[in-house]
Every structure is written in C-alpha cells, then in structure tokens.
C-alpha cells in the first residue's frame, strides 16, 4: 500500500502543482522546486506516519515485497532474469531482500529527484501546449541557462542539519540518512553540471549526434553523473559560463 502510494505522489503530484502554478504565473523554476519541495515533505508526512504506527516505512514496503521475492525465488525464469540461477533458495532469497532493502533506503531521494524531472517535463509539455493555443504562459528558460542560485551552498548544509535531526529522532537510519543526502545533493549539481556541458557543446557548435550521445553517457553512468556534479559545484563557486561568455 505504502509503495502505491509513493509512486502514485510522485505521478500525480507534480502535475497538479506544476499546472496550479503555470495558471497562477509563477516563475517556472520556482515552479519545479515547489513541486519537489511539496513532494518531498509529504514522503517526511508519510515516513512520520509509519513511524508513529510502531514500524519505520521502509520495514513496512519491505514486508509488501516479500511476496515478489518468494515469486521471484519459485520462478526458474526471473531467477535467470535476476542473474540467480542456480543459487540456493535461502541465499536467492537474502541476497534480493538485501538488493530490495538498499532500493527502498534510497526511496527519499528517488522520489525527489524523480519528482524534479517529472516537474520540469510536466511544465515544459503544459506550458508549450498552453502557449500554442494562445494563452499567455511564462516558457521555460533554455536549460542551458539554469543555475543554481550561490545560497544553494547553504541550503546543502540546512539538509545536511534536517537529516541528522531526522536521525536524532530515529525516523530513519543513519545508513539510509546519508545514501539518501548524498544522492539529492549529488543529483542537483549534476543538474547544474549538465546545464554547464549542454552550453559549451552549443557554444562549441558540436555535432548534435555526437552532442546527445555525450548527454546520454554523461547522466546515465554514474561515473558520468559525480564529473557533472563536480563540474556543477565548480561552476557555482566560479562561474564557469559566465566566464566563458567574458572571453
């Protein structure tokens, strides 16, 4: 039930808050991170909540699962899909409880970081359809353009203080606290960093082939995905574009 409720959020969510705040005129960036932000404090509701009935969420989704994995675990089929084939029963078993265990600690961020890119899509397909029947709309700034604000740096540590406090309280664990707080942090200056290399390959007049398949490398590995974050940190102390612009 829990699960369900998760992914239906993260669906549903950011269109309503995305389409609300289209309709109200909003910065469309600001749009994006109201959707995120919402979203984000009601997987803390729903967390709190499960924590207050005697179990933490994360037992509780897991304990939803145990059916998939004694079905995986019974099916020859998905254990070769699973790359268990021929393992002992009681070790398949552990062994994807333990890989299932680490995805539903990553569920926060996850949930987060989809919810920015469902957010963005969902503002770029209502404002461009919006915009196309005649209806004055403010349209996404190329993304090549988007920046971090330099407060960003700040607000990095304010997750930092709220997940210890979390901690403190023993809503979650500190294995899940940090896995999580890491993967948001990492994922929004890659955003930055992914802003930064889609401008200097334009700036460069890069085949468009030849572009797409670096964005593609760089954001689906994740070797890929901690250079765009670093780039993306470098850029918000100096300014790399701006830079750039300058020569």
Known sequence: MYLLIIMFLSFLLPLIIVLAGIKKHN?????????SLVLGFLLV????????TGEPLGVLILKEIDLTVKTI????????????EGI??????????EAYAVVINMIPSTMICWGLIFSYFDYKLISNSMNKRGKTVLMLPDFSDFSLPRRAVYGCLL?????WMAVGLKIVSEDAMLLNVQAIIEFVLAVQGFAVVIYTTKQNKMNKVLRWAIYIVLFVSPFGRK?????????LLIGIRQKLEKK
Do not use: C, H, R
């Open 27 to 35: 910065l469309p960036y600001a749009v994006i991170l109201q959707s």
């Open 73 to 84: 675990v019974e099916t020859p089929n998905l254990l070769k899909i699973a790359g268990l």
């Open 159 to 163: 997750i930092y203080v709220l997940s």
């Open 88 to 97: 002992d029963k009681v070790e398949a078993t552990n062994l994807l409880t």
């Open 45 to 52: 509701m729903l967390f709190g909540f499960a924590w207050a």
């Open 227 to 235: 250079f765009l974050a670093l780039f993306g940190f470098i850029d």
